[in-house]
């Protein structure tokens, strides 16, 4: 399965995601804001990234552009994760290269449909 | 003075005595503060272990309170709540549902119900934002009886807040709506805030057309505010509301004299790509309905420039320049109007087609 990074400041994002994407066989990572993030992206070499915009530090925005202007980190699939709806922020993060940009509340099922789909993995049966 | 005193025989014993209570006075002082921080910390940590423990039973149990013990005091309630929190806030589907029961297990929400009665009124706005995070039906009762008794104004926000995110009719919007008006002072923001909230907990529940026949209610209802009217349909607007068309249209022609309900169905109705109101609006008296259709006219593909170029010389300054910046954001033919605007010998014509080239060049 795929190793995947969650970078969110809310540690209750974190463990939902953590524990339910460890449970469909993937390998998790996650970090609590935008720099810690980064670090741990060079350090873990994720297969795909989720990330959040509003965050200490280093914004979700501020962290895809830093991705997509790496040559090593790039062709990661980077998908935002966030409670901001307004196109403009979908329109911003399409910009930027991101791969997707969910809303939240999420259904976590959903999620993990999307990122089998991002890497090209078989949809799982619902944990 | 002075000398009879440092004259006296015990005078610097006491003073050594006061200099050294003082010290142990202050010493204390210290003390306690970096006792009451350790505590604070290590209540603070408890309430974190207790959070994620709470996250990960809802996580790893379909009947998550089986593997938590119940709360006991203010603490555990807090972490409980706070963790049920998160999760309503960011999850829904079967792992909302499992944080909903054991919120329900736990008798969470009428612990803070009862808190919400109490006599502090920062722990009750405290309480009324918990319980508002809930969104739970059963709570609107209370809700209500809560804003019957409370004095305190801004808990008295906090809970038409409460109320706006369990709207579940057009009967809830109805008392919202009039219940707005108790309040000492309104901002646009905070009522456009409340109906988004109404919008979508009733798109959440397929029943968005509660909310037009809500608007349709209150068209004539002078119990509620002309502003409060505005503010409903620019949170329309926000929600986007799919079968508002009509009543976009319907509240602007019953309200040829109220510039704000005018300018808010012109902006409305052109985020959704009908324009069928702004030549309408172009032409209005007011300088508010004219400015309203000249900031949407850009997102017309097929503008009525000429109409548009005719307001470069609109006695207000306002609609002078936003012509100019909605011509010059609406293609070749724009342009060339502002071109011959600012080659024109109206000063005020040419001063805005100056500066819209101006910016459009920079």
Not at chain 2, 7 to 12: E, K, Q, S
Not at chain 2, 139 to 166: Q, T
Not at chain 2, 299 to 319: K, W
Request: hydrophobic share 45%.
């Amino acid at each position: 399965m795929a190793k995947i990074l969650i970078i969110d400041d809310d540690e209750t994002v974190r463990i939902v995601y953590r524990t339910y994407l460890a449970r469909a066989g993937h390998t998790v990572d996650s970090a609590k804001d935008g720099v810690e993030g980064l670090d741990k992206t060079a350090a873990f070499a994720p297969d795909l990234i989720l990330v959040d915009i509003n965050m200490p530090r280093l914004s979700g925005f501020e962290v895809v552009k830093q991705l997509k202007e790496d040559p090593s980190t790039k062709d990661i699939p980077v998908f935002i994760i966030t409670s901001l709806k307004q196109e403009h922020h979908v329109k911003r993060a399409a910009a930027m290269g991101a791969a997707g940009y969910i809303t939240k509340p999420t259904r976590a099922p959903e999620l993990a449909a999307i990122i089998n789909k991002a890497l090209k993995l078989p949809d799982q049966p619902r944990a | 003075m002075l000398e009879h005193l440092t004259g006296a025989p015990l005078f610097y014993d006491y003073l050594g005595w006061a200099v050294l209570l003082l010290a142990a006075f202050n010493a204390a002082q210290i003390i306690y503060l970096l006792w009451n921080k350790a505590r604070v910390e290590r209540a603070e940590r408890r309430k974190d272990a207790l959070r994620r423990l709470t996250v990960t039973a809802v996580m790893t149990s379909p009947t998550p309170a089986d593997l938590l013990a119940p709360p006991a005091g203010e603490e555990e309630y807090e972490a409980c709540s706070e963790a049920i929190a998160g999760i309503l806030e960011n999850f829904e589907g079967e792992i909302a549902e499992r944080a909903l029961g054991l919120l329900e297990r736990f008798g969470v929400s009428g612990h803070y119900r009862a808190m919400a009665r109490g006599g502090r009124w920062y722990r009750r706005a405290n309480a009324v934002d918990m319980l508002s995070v809930f969104r739970l039906e059963e709570n609107r009762g209370s809700l209500l009886e809560l804003f019957k008794k409370e004095r305190v104004a801004s808990v008295r926000y906090r809970i038409l807040r409460a109320l706006s995110l369990i709207a579940r009719g057009h009967d809830d919007i109805t008392t919202l709506a009039c219940l707005l008006s108790e309040l000492p002072y309104l901002t646009p923001k905070y009522t456009e805030d409340l109906f988004y909230n109404a919008v979508t907990a009733l798109k959440a529940k397929g029943r968005e057309e509660e909310f037009g026949l809500f608007m349709r209610r209150i068209m004539r209802d002078d119990r509620v505010l002309t502003l409060v009217k505005r503010d409903c349909l620019t949170a329309c607007r926000a929600a986007a509301c799919e079968k508002a068309g009509e009543l976009f249209r319907d509240y602007y022609a019953a309200y040829p004299e109220e510039p704000e309900i005018l300018a808010a169905c012109v902006k409305a109705l052109a985020r959704k790509g009908d324009f069928s109101l702004l030549p309408d609006a172009l032409r209005h008296p007011h300088w508010l309905v004219r400015l309203a259709a000249l900031k949407n006219a850009h997102l017309c593909r097929e503008g009525p420039a000429g109409e548009i170029a005719a307001l470069l010389s609109d006695h207000n300054y306002h609609i002078r320049l936003n012509a100019a910046l909605a011509l010059a954001r609406s293609g070749e033919r724009g342009r060339a109007a502002l071109r011959a605007a600012a080659a024109s010998g109206d000063r005020f014509a040419s001063d805005s087609a100056s500066y819209a080239l101006e910016q459009e060049t920079a």
